[in-house]
C-alpha cells in the first residue's frame, strides 16, 4: 500500500512564499514523474509542474519564474517551493506520482497516486 502525504498549505499575504512537500512511503521499486497539480475554486483541476526521474521540468506557463518543483530521491519527496504568491494561486494543491513496481519475473508496473490534497489561499 502507498502514502502520499502532503504538507506545507496555508494562508498567506500576496507576495509572500509556501512550501509544499509530498511524501510517499510504501513498498515500491522506485518513482518516475512526480507533479503538482491545483484545482481553483470552481474551477477544474490543472497542472502546476512536473518533474521526471532524470530532472525534466515542464511548468504551467502563470507559474514560470515564480514556482519550483525539486524532488529527492532518498526520501521519495516532491517539493513546490512557490514564491511571489498571487490570491490567483488560490487553490488545493495536489501531488501525483507514478509509482512503479515489482511485477512477475523481471517486469515492472506503474501506477498512479494522489495526494490528499493542501490549501494554499493567497489573500491579504
Known amino acids: 500500500q502507498v502514502q502520499l502525504v502532503e504538507s506545507g498549505g496555508g494562508l498567506v499575504q500576496p507576495g509572500g512564499s509556501l512550501r509544499l512537500s509530498c511524501a510517499a512511503s510504501?513498498?515500491?521499486?522506485?518513482?518516475?514523474?512526480m507533479g503538482w497539480y491545483r484545482q481553483p475554486p470552481g474551477k477544474q483541476r490543472e497542472l502546476v509542474a512536473t518533474i521526471t526521474r532524470g530532472g525534466r521540468i515542464d511548468s504551467t506557463d502563470s507559474v514560470l519564474g515564480r514556482f519550483t518543483i525539486s524532488r529527492d530521491d532518498a526520501r521519495n519527496t516532491v517539493y513546490l517551493q512557490m514564491n511571489s504568491l498571487k490570491p490567483e494561486d488560490t487553490a488545493v494543491y495536489y501531488c501525483?506520482?507514478?509509482?512503479?513496481?515489482?511485477?512477475?519475473?523481471?517486469?515492472?508496473?506503474?501506477?498512479?497516486?494522489w495526494g490528499q490534497g493542501t490549501q494554499v489561499t493567497v489573500s491579504s
Open positions: 510504501g513498498s515500491f521499486l522506485s518513482i518516475n514523474t
Open positions: 501525483a506520482t507514478h509509482i512503479v513496481f515489482h511485477g512477475k519475473g523481471w517486469d515492472r508496473y506503474e501506477r498512479e497516486y
